[in-house]
């Protein structure tokens, strides 16, 4: 099964948008009622008080790029937009995952953390909380390699991304 | 200067130049009546807060400038959502102002409260929640200046009452630059290259047709728009927000694409090596199926919004601008070349242009064999409609503003009017609003008190609000309505007739319930009945002798008159269906084969009854 994150209609679009309240409501609602889907969704503040980033993640089976683009740019809170293509891109995620983790198979789901650069961020009787940040497909990676000893919950964040300098 | 919020909405509008506002008072937006006894903007009171934005809909329609409502909170900002919608969809200029609850009661589901910037967000180019009366200022200049640049389109300003009742200090933004818009940036230049791309691509085609949409009109480039078919003698087709930019008697109209447009306009279209599409956007009701739309055709795209460009038909030519402009410069890029071709030869030399004079042939052709026509009513029969419209359109003044509803009327009204000059035809495009004309036309009659203003309405639409009526008596706004009262929800039933087979479902209304004559006496109106073809020219002229009260007719129309053309939907404009017996009558036009004959066929028909007019041609044949 090809991972997700590796699809190639999937592509970036780097939003900076006015820091107002209602901002992200207009940008989801134009994604919905143009018809458009959201793979994934970060958003936060940047070093200019007055703006945040939104990094979404679209499906380009629903529509082209281009309008996509187009009618975002309409918003009139939208400063502007970049297509961030993966190639010129560097994506960041971040993956917390509580995995079940007995005795004896502990050691094992350690040294796949370590392999991964990873963290243990909590540990219980029989499970363990690790995170991990990085490129979303070692975090696709991650994810199947530890789904086999059973994933008691997961939560990733979506990917944020800047163009390559 | 210390003024309250809602004193400093007031002020702002004056700045503004507004003239007169559509409003109906309540609870959340008391604080705002109170400063509008003291202001020289005429407030019109309206019985519905949809009639509300409908005029201030028709105001902009005809005058071009931004019309403005002012309601409460929750229902009232509700009832106007349909009217942004209608504004949204036709790129009308709007500012629309709602009361909302007081800051500390946003959010408790408070009495008559609504997510009113929620619920509006996609129906409008932008919208506000107040949260600080020093804002105020900034807000309405933006407002304004967001609805009537670019694309126009409508905003709302939701203002809480709290918000309307705090001091604030009085300031006004010297000039747009002063406002924080960061992201806003309305087309502006056209690049050269663009323009020299689009002149060779028509210099090189030979069946180039100008497809004009409502962008014409917003631009007022309607004296450019002549100017540049005049000289190339590029025939044009209007779309149904367009049908004034172009007068209708002018040899090079067309008349209207579409749905329900004629046969020439629609053939020329597909059969066009070039579409040059003015400030239109390729609508599911002109383009039918689009994979067969104009198939041969290159387009040049001329849009302000460029999300347009593209979104439905991918342009050989993109020109991202204002149309006024991009014409002008259209103009002189041919110019430049010494090419022409067009009607007006004797100030052009043709150079190096192809001759379209076939094309042109070939289209004379066809509106020699498919004029939109219809039968006269036979002795004892009611009215046709289109006999109605047409008469209206004699004997009323050149300048007389047309408004429409949605339906049936609307098409035979855009159909068989004779336009003459741009901002005469104010309707509901886009969102096909029923209901919209009798408010729409109080609107432009605000707007041009001088001119006649006309509203050809159908009964269904009348009744959903027909109460403004009681707004135009009240106020003195003396307004004229046509109502084509077929008993029918006549498009309904039409399509009911044509692709349900004739299985009438909830489409049939009386033509006697209401009484309209005693409904329009009851709202302060004068109200006449015609059913007899004898009596239409007459009530018409007597209702344009009255100044001092609306008017209303009932026109007792044929409710099995259909419209035609028709392209059914999801079909392509290949597939238009004629006016029934359509083809017998070109068939006969084919073998004689000459105008004179041609006119011999005419009076064949005449004979078996029928009615013939031309196709957006203004020779409106003796019956």
Partial sequence: MKAATGMEHLHIIS?????????????????????????????????????????????????????IIMQLDKLINVVSINELAPSDAIEAELLLATVKSDNDIRGQIIQLVGVFEGKIVDVGIASLTVMLAGHPSKLDDFEELIRPYGIVDIQRTGRVALSRL | MQITGAQALVKSLEMEGVEVVFGMPGGAILPVYDPMLDTSIRHILVRHEQGAGHAAEGYA???????????????????????????????????????????????????QES??????????????????????????????????????????????????????????????????????????????????????????????VMYVG????????????????????I??????????????????????PGMHGNYTAVTAMQRSDLLISLGARFDDRVTGRVDAFAPEAKVIHVDIDPAELGKIRRPDVAICGDCKPVIEELIHGLKRRDVSGGIDDGNYRVTSRRDISPWLSTIHGWQERYPLIYHQSKEGELLKP??????????????TILVTGVGQHQMWASMFWKFKMPRTFVTSGGLGTMGFAVPAAIGAKVGHPERMVWAIDGDGCFQMTAQELVTAAAEGIPVKIAILNNAYLGMVRQWQELFYDERYSEVYLSPDLPDYVKWAEAMG???????????????????????????????????????YPMVPAGASNDDIILFPGQEEYASGVKEAGSSDSMADSKDEAGASGAGITEAGEGKVESR
């Avoid at chain 2, 002229?541 to 007792?556: L, M, T, Y």
Wanted: net charge negative; charged share 20%.
């Fill in chain 1, 15 to 67: 939003v900076l948008v006015e820091n107002k309240s209602g901002v992200l409501a207009r940008v989801a609602g134009l994604f919905s009622r143009r018809g458009f889907n959201i793979y994934s969704l970060a958003v936060a503040p940047t070093d200019d008080k007055r703006f945040s980033r939104i990094t979404a993640v679209v499906d380009l089976d629903s529509a082209p790029l281009e309008q």
């Fill in chain 2, 61 to 111: 329609h005809a005058t071009g400038r931004p019309g403005v409502a002012i309601v409460t909170s929750g229902p009232a900002a509700t009832n106007i959502v349909t009217a942004l919608a209608d504004a949204y969809m036709d790129s009308i200029p709007l500012v629309v102002i709602t009361g909302q609850v007081a800051r500390p009661y946003i959010g408790t589901d408070a009495f």
């Fill in chain 2, 115 to 208: 997510d009113t910037t929620g619920i509006t967000m996609g129906v409008t180019k932008h919208n506000w929640l107040v949260t600080d009366p020093n804002d105020i200022p900034e807000v309405v200049a933006a407002a304004f200046y967001i609805a009537t640049t670019g694309r126009p389109g409508p905003v709302l300003i939701d203002l809480p009452k709290d918000v309307s009742n705090a001091m604030m200090e009085w300031h006004w933004p010297e000039s747009v630059d002063e406002l924080d818009l960061p992201g806003y940036h309305p087309a502006t230049t056209v690049d050269q290259d663009i323009i020299e791309q689009a002149v060779d691509l028509i210099c090189n085609s030979e069946r180039p």
């Fill in chain 2, 214 to 233: 409502g962008g014409v009109i917003k631009s007022n480039a309607s004296d450019e728009l002549l100017e540049l078919a005049e000289m190339t003698g």
């Fill in chain 2, 235 to 256: 025939p044009v087709v209007t779309t149904l927000m367009a049908r004034s930019a172009f007068p209708s008697a002018h040899p090079l109209s067309l008349g209207m």
């Fill in chain 2, 386 to 399: 289109q006999m109605v419209i047409e008469t209206l359109r004699e004997l009323t003044p050149d300048d």
């Fill in chain 2, 525 to 563: 109106c004068v109200g006449m009945r015609v059913d007899s073809p004898n009596d239409v020219a007459p009530v018409i002229e007597k209702a344009n002798s009255i100044d001092d009260r609306p008017v209303v007719i009932d026109f007792r129309t044929d409710a099995f008159e259909k419209v």
